[in-house]
């Protein structure tokens, strides 16, 4: 069977690969469960030894994707791109025309830089909230985000893991390694038609669903609370509308309570006390941000029993719908008295549960947030009062930490510019650096590398090299040069270009760029061609996923927040895919010299 396999290998190879792709399209399995048994089969049949497959390994795309992860990490808990978000909101005041071109531009230049996917996670319910402000249906907003996205991350090397994929592919191949703003060029001109495309006809495209949008609030609930001034500080020195702890986006002052007496007018100009009440709307993860200022007491008053705060764990839970507490306000459940737990925030869906946080009558399935010890919060649910007790995602924004966390990135991108040293070092190092100074934790570390995608990208790194080890990679190129040998270099380009891109509306991305690369890289030699422009073209095709929402993650994201159909990003992404596409290999053309 073995000298079988070997004595037909470059056929046996594409037949896995074929049969490797068609799993990719029926999606029985996660697309990273699917590339490792590809990769197992390769090693397997012998298409690739073992020592070949444990090469990839040394690739260094796989470790600057996961150190990117890492930073991008750093800043979504410093609060770096929730600030940022937040101050889009902020500039465009009453003009909606001037919030949705913030919001794209913010996206585009936002993505050359970090990683698309928590940027995208971060952008949903800002782009939900501004289409509720301005009565804009939010399925005309969300499609554009992830396209955004995609072209604003193929601009630059660090942009997206495709462009990392296809630069190492090039190295392990003897190319010289691309620059970080190589490809930029191009990418500008890539972005520029796709925006104007969106902002053309954009209104023709794209769906006009109002009530469509299933994520934003439900995914970052937020809790109705209250935050007591304990002492003199920031917060007393000036008026509500100057106080930088309640600036952030995610935080709303409904109120202040002074003694009896509730203020809800005027708040910007109120200058608190100390003994003030304030009554505010926020994200777990903010609420949790003003519970470490010591100036603030957030939510109920700390019970006896509760012990030393390090000892009392946060959780969300859902009230149980028949339970005795049903119908009354929370001051006179006791909950500290009998449990040892306290009630930082309350949430009702689609509502504001009541006036202020001690007058809430709950109601069954109204979320609370709660600080207490385990077993207290174990008693309460045993109890049924209430059920789904989780700890909670959010945590404390870091934003002291925000220099730190800009300076390292913004050093990566410098110093790799220029030359300095290697990206994946300097990756390594800038992460190294956050780690120690406390930026983020080491569990909120290696939780921001998503795992499925390195699994998927080392899969596909054995993969290509049992292709080029088993001479499919030479066959194909073999029996595609003849084709083209009688075409323009630009024409070359194009097709180059369209394969890629097809495949990719069907296949992962970081899939179709490990495949791709291997291949264009032959080809361009059989035909005495420059390997460099056509790997830029696979770069930029296997992104541009425009037309289903499986080709591309942020595509996928949103496709479930707008609860949009598949219909819709084909009647947008096609035109998108023709016009980008168009443009892009006009752009490497003219860039490369063709």
């Not at 007496?261 to 993860?285: C, H, M, Q, T, Y």
């Not at 649910?381 to 700890?391: E, I, K, L, P, W």
Request: charged share 15%; net charge neutral; with cysteine.
């Amino acid at each position: 069977m073995q000298s079988l396999i070997a004595e037909h290998a470059p056929y046996a190879a594409l037949a896995v690969m074929l049969l490797t792709f068609a799993a990719f399209l029926f999606e029985r399995h996660p697309p990273e469960v699917t590339a490792a048994g590809g990769a197992a089969a390769f090693v397997i049949l012998g298409l690739v030894t073992p020592a070949e497959a444990m090469a990839v390994f040394s690739n260094p795309a796989p470790l600057t994707i996961a150190a990117m992860f890492v930073l991008t990490g750093a800043l979504v808990r410093a609060g770096v791109l929730e600030r940022v978000a937040g101050a889009i909101i902020e500039l465009a005041g009453d003009s909606a025309v001037k919030a949705v071109v913030l919001l794209m531009v913010g996206t585009m230049l936002i993505a050359g830089f970090v990683n698309n996917t928590p940027l995208v996670l971060i952008l949903i319910p800002i782009a939900i909230r501004i289409a509720r402000k301005f009565d804009i249906a939010s399925t005309r907003l969300l499609i554009p985000v992830s396209y955004l996205t995609i072209l604003g991350g193929a601009c630059t090397l660090i942009g997206t893991s495709t462009n990392l994929l296809v630069d190492g592919v090039a190295r392990e191949h003897g190319l010289e390694p691309f620059s970080i703003f190589e490809i930029t060029p191009v990418g500008i001109v890539t972005a520029l038609s796709g925006a104007a495309l969106l902002g053309l006809f954009g209104r023709r495209l794209l769906p006009d669903r109002r009530d469509a949008a299933r994520i934003g609030e439900q995914g970052q609930p937020e809790f109705l609370s209250e935050a007591a001034i304990l002492e003199e500080g920031p917060l007393t020195s000036g008026p509500l509308g100057e106080a930088k702890a309640l600036k952030p986006h995610g935080v709303r002052v409904l109120g202040l309570r002074r003694g009896e007496e509730i203020f809800r007018e005027n708040l910007d100009g109120f200058v608190p006390r100390k003994g003030d009440r304030l009554i505010l709307e926020a994200s777990a993860s903010e609420l949790l941000t003003l519970a470490a200022d010591k100036a603030l007491r957030v939510g109920q008053r700390r019970p006896s029993g509760l012990g030393a705060a390090a000892e009392a764990v946060v959780a969300e839970a859902v009230v149980a719908p028949a339970h005795a507490g049903v119908g009354r306000p929370i001051s006179e459940l006791g909950l500290g008295g009998r449990f040892g737990v306290r009630v930082l925030g309350a949430h009702r869906h689609q509502h504001r549960p009541g006036k202020d946080l001690e007058s809430v009558l709950l109601r069954p399935a109204d979320r609370l947030l709660l600080e207490g010890p385990p077993a207290g919060l174990d008693a309460m649910s045993q109890q049924g009062f209430v059920v789904s007790v989780t700890r909670t995602s959010g945590r404390a924004f870091r934003r002291a930490k925000a220099p730190i966390a800009i300076l390292a990135l913004l050093s990566v991108v410098a110093l790799a510019a220029l030359g300095v040293m290697e990206i994946t070092v300097l990756a390594m190092i800038a992460t190294a650096a956050i780690l120690l100074l406390r930026c983020l934790d080491s569990d909120e570390a290696w939780g921001a590398v998503d795992g499925s995608i390195l699994v998927l990208i080392f899969s596909m790194l054995i993969i290509g090299a049992g292709l080029q080890r088993s001479g499919a990679v030479d066959l194909v190129v073999s029996g595609v040069a003849p084709g083209l040998a009688g075409l323009s270099p630009a024409a070359t380009l194009i097709v180059v270009y369209l394969l890629t891109s097809l495949l990719t509306e069907m296949i992962t991305n970081n899939a179709v760029a490990v495949v791709m690369s291997p291949i264009v890289i032959g080809l361009a030699a059989q035909l005495g061609l420059d390997a460099r422009p056509f790997l830029v073209a696979v770069m930029f095709a296997a992104s541009a996923s425009f037309a289903t929402p499986i080709g591309y993650q942020t595509n996928t994201l949103v496709y479930g927040a707008g609860d949009y159909r598949f219909a819709d990003f084909l009647k947008v992404g096609i035109p998108m895919n023709l016009v980008v596409g168009l443009a892009t290999c006009w752009a490497i053309a003219a860039y490369y010299g063709l």
